[in-house]
């Protein structure tokens, strides 16, 4: 029968917890497949998907390899685990002149042959066969795996397909994700989904100085990453308030610097009221002046309550680029309409600033009525 074997990786690594996240990882894939014709089953450290229409695999594959916490897979034949079905399995290769490798993985000790000795008798059958080919134990161009089960049954299969890995949807959490229109926040938001964390995501828009448009992209970003980070609620907020008033009151210098504090405090306050358990930015430490050291510093410091995770802050831009064109954000990323940060920008924005300054041009600012007029503007679209 033509199956699909699923690995898992890290759940190995969770003791007691490791039923709860096994739980969830099944639950995840089981709602990734939902309306799709198939049988799951369990069997000792694999997943084995089965039943389903030949012409769906595909498909099936492209689905599961979105559920993060599957480490990979593989397309297999799975026989009764006795010596004569798998010799009859060896004799079916067809391999031509490419070199190969058999390799057997025997969870089920009792099985009566052991590993190396198995191997060694496929390779032959194969050889047999296939009298062009050739054993090459480094570098085949064709393995013939068989991964011999506890419950009676054998997988044979050549390919193993690399999946997400990381840790099942949920297991973390969930954040809330600064989504603007850039290349990095849907990437950060992609990786801390990968760790478990489910997310909300909010943007700020500056309409009417930004287009209708810049807030159809983001939305667009947020249907892009929800096929791995599931269902997003999406808050979207008016920006205009705030930057008109920080332009008018305010040190040019230290526009962007003001506007981060008060996005911070918004999501904060975003937090509290939907129970979501951290930020997340897509921020790269030097990536512009509003990302070194010194001003995460004092961006971090008006949030009061919960951590702000940066998955991004490490990463070079051709990393992330790279990420972003491998989920698929990087085209939506790079459509030129106006983010609410490019509103107002200074010419020099300060690269070094400090506390101390900022809570001085925050004096010059009601920063309480700012941030609850903000709030107030909120919109809320729910991405499936
Ligand atoms: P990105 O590519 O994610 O836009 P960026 O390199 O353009 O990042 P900035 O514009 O400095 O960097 O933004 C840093 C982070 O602040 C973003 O990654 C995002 O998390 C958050 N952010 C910036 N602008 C917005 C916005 N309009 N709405 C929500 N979050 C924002
Ligand atoms: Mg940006």
């Known amino acids: 029968m033509r199956v699909l074997l699923l690995r898992f990786g890290e759940l190995y690594l969770k003791g007691n917890n490791r039923n709860i996240f096994e739980s969830m990882l099944i639950g995840n894939i089981k709602k990734k497949l939902i309306g799709e014709d198939f049988k799951f089953s369990k069997t000792f450290g694999r997943y084995v998907i089965s039943n389903y229409k030949e012409e769906d695999e595909e498909n099936l594959i492209l689905l599961l390899k979105q559920v993060f916490g599957l480490y990979s897979l593989s397309r297999a034949i799975e026989v009764d685990a006795k010596p004569e079905t798998i010799y009859a399995e060896a004799e079916k290769v067809d391999i031509g002149n490419k070199t190969f490798k058999a390799i057997v993985k025997r969870a089920d000790k009792n099985f009566p042959i052991q590993s190396m000795e198995l191997a060694k008798k496929l390779g032959e059958v194969i050889l047999e066969n296939n009298p062009n080919s050739s054993v090459d134990l480094y570098n085949p161009q064709f393995e013939f795996n068989v991964d011999i089960r506890m419950h009676g049954k054998a997988y044979i299969f050549s390919e193993t397909i690399k999946c997400q ?31 478990g964390m489910e997310l909300e995501a909010l943007h700020f828009h500056s309409y009417p100085y930004t287009s209708e448009l810049a807030k159809e992209k983001v939305i667009a970003l947020a249907k892009e990453i929800s096929p791995y980070v599931g269902k997003i609620k999406l808050h979207v907020v008016s920006f205009t308030k705030v930057q008109e008033a920080i332009h008018m009151n305010c040190l040019p210098e230290y526009m962007i610097t003001l506007m ?123 991405i499936d």
Do not use: H, W
């Open 165 to 195: 890995g990381g840790l099942p949807l949920g297991s973390a959490g969930k954040g809330l994700l600064l989504l603007s229109g850039g290349i990095d926040s849907p990437v950060a938001g992609y990786l801390i989904g990968k760790r």
């Open 260 to 382: 981060r504090r008060i996005m911070m405090r918004v999501a904060e306050s975003i937090c509290e009221k939907n129970s979501l358990g951290a930020i997340i930015t897509g921020e790269s430490l030097g990536q512009v002046a509003s990302q070194t050291m010194q001003s995460m510093t004092v961006t971090g410091e008006v949030v009061k309550r919960k951590p702000v995770f940066r998955p991004c802050i490490a990463m070079d831009k051709e990393d992330i680029m790279q990420i972003a064109n491998a989920i698929g954000t990087y085209k939506t990323s790079i459509l030129p309409y106006e983010d609410c940060c490019t509103v107002f920008l200074p010419k020099n924005p300060v690269i070094k600033p400090t506390i101390e300054k900022c809570e001085k041009e925050e004096k010059r600012l009601n920063i309480d009525m700012l941030v609850e007029e903000c709030l107030q503007t909120e919109e809320i679209i729910v």
